[in-house]
């Protein structure tokens, strides 16, 4: 008997890209379960369109959080975990058949292909030769955790493969549509990123946000061949460098034991010590 299979997807407001989403897995894999942070549109009613189980987890601001109870839902041996906005091409989902049911591997690195700023990037550190993500694995081979970025974890002993890039074996994801929402992502996800870095007790000095910086950009644009990609590799790269600064600054922020409330508070009282110093006194008119 060939062994079972889970697709597990984490939701939030994704009725435009679910559809294309559950609609590439729903022919070849055995249970679709997703969990959704309490969507404000036809997410949950699409999900269940597809014959997908709905669970529902509170809204966390970002999906990493819910991707452990997520796979705890899914009762297939393999489990295949998918966002809203990424499609597998059928010759990828044959190979992900093979390989289960050769038992070839506990987890398999899959090439993603980012669609970014209206085109996939080839370099950049965002190529599906560079970016391998271990989305497909055998249950109880991978743990997730809610560190932003870094959820999915192999267990000892586990035996990794890979596939190799070749046109259809790679998921596609639909990542970035424009600048704007670019930034809108990376101002949310920086914020996280520094929340979890002050809870683990980290800091970083100014110089050491600008050489993070800089290794950032030599790595995406030199390394990673982002000249390649155009305007968006240049683009791309500066972005991401500019994020480690962001994050740093967000720390460093984190430090201060001000609230936004209390600034604005001393903000206004300083404003009005300016306003009161601009009136002249009784005194001072009537000798006028």
């Known amino acids: 008997m060939p062994p079972r299979i889970s697709v597990v997807v984490n939701t939030l407001n994704e009725e435009k890209n679910l559809p294309f989403a559950l609609g590439s897995v729903r022919p070849w894999v055995d249970e679709i379960v997703v969990v959704d942070m309490h969507s404000e549109d036809r997410t949950v009613e699409i999900a269940r369109e597809f014959g997908a189980q709905v669970f529902l987890h509170e809204r966390m601001g970002f999906a990493d959080p819910a991707r452990a109870f997520a796979l705890a839902q899914a009762t297939g041996d393999w489990i295949l975990v998918l966002d809203a906005d990424e499609v597998v091409p059928f010759p990828l989902s044959r190979r992900l058949l093979d390989i289960s049911t050769n038992d070839a591997a506990d987890v398999v690195l899959i090439p993603w292909l980012n669609y970014i700023l209206g085109e996939p990037l080839m370099h950049t550190m965002c190529g599906p030769r560079q970016c391998l993500q271990r989305r497909f694995f055998r249950k109880s081979h991978v743990t997730a955790t809610s560190d932003i970025h870094n959820f999915f974890h192999v267990a000892p002993g586990s035996r990794v493969t890979s596939i190799g890039y070749e046109p259809g074996l790679a998921v596609a994801h639909f990542a970035t549509i424009d600048i704007r929402r670019y930034i809108e992502k990376l ?102």
């Open 187 to 288: 101002n949310r996800y920086t914020t996280i990123e520094a929340d979890q870095a002050r809870d683990r007790g980290e800091r970083v000095t100014q110089l050491g946000a600008l050489i993070k910086a800089a290794k950032v950009f030599v790595t995406y644009y030199a390394i990673g061949r982002g000249y390649r990609d155009g305007w968006r590799g240049f683009y791309v790269s500066l972005i991401s460098a500019f994020s480690e600064i962001l994050k740093a600054a967000k720390l460093a922020e984190s430090s201060v034991p001000a609230h936004p409330e209390s600034v604005e508070a001393y903000y206004r009282q300083e404003a009005e010590n300016l306003v009161k110093a601009c009136q002249p006194s009784r005194s001072s008119s009537a000798s006028g």
